[in-house]
Nanobody
Framework: QVQLVESGGGLVEAGGSLRLSCTTS????????MGWFRQAPGKEREFVAA?????????FYAETVKGRFTIARDNAKNTVYLQMDSLKAGDTAVYYC?????????????????WGQGTQVTVSP
């Protein structure tokens, strides 16, 4: 069982930045593709960004965050990050990190095997 713990959420004004972190004690962290998802009140969980295992050479972003958010990983620290810049009120949600093992970089939430508990991000207009 892979346990994931998110941190870094908070309240920020529109146009500001936050960096989310997701850490695990899983020794084989580098084997996992990692993803970030978010869920706003009354809405379904949606894909935000994903990064491949190993060196993280492959990344993929939702169109709504492309150019503003950056996903990265540090395997030595067993951590994946989501740098969020130029934040908008519409980015307000609970953000979750997730993990899966596959040769494919997936974006569908149901295909991820492990999830963190989430961290709240609130962007004030």
């Amino acid at each position: 069982q892979v346990q994931l713990v998110e941190s870094g959420g908070g309240l920020v004004e529109a146009g500001g930045s936050l960096r989310l972190s997701c850490t695990t004690s899983e020794r084989t962290f580098s084997d996992y593709n990692m993803g970030w998802f978010r869920q706003a009140p009354g809405k379904e969980r949606e894909f935000v960004a994903a990064i491949s295992g190993g060196s993280g050479s492959r990344t993929f972003y939702a169109e709504t965050v492309k150019g503003r958010f950056t996903i990265a990983r540090d395997n030595a620290k067993n951590t994946v990050y989501l740098q969020m810049d130029s934040l908008k009120a519409g980015d307000t949600a609970v953000y979750y990190c997730a993990a899966h093992r596959s040769i494919f970089l997936l974006t569908r939430a149901s295909l991820f095997d492990y999830w963190g508990q989430g961290t709240q991000v609130t962007v004030s207009p």
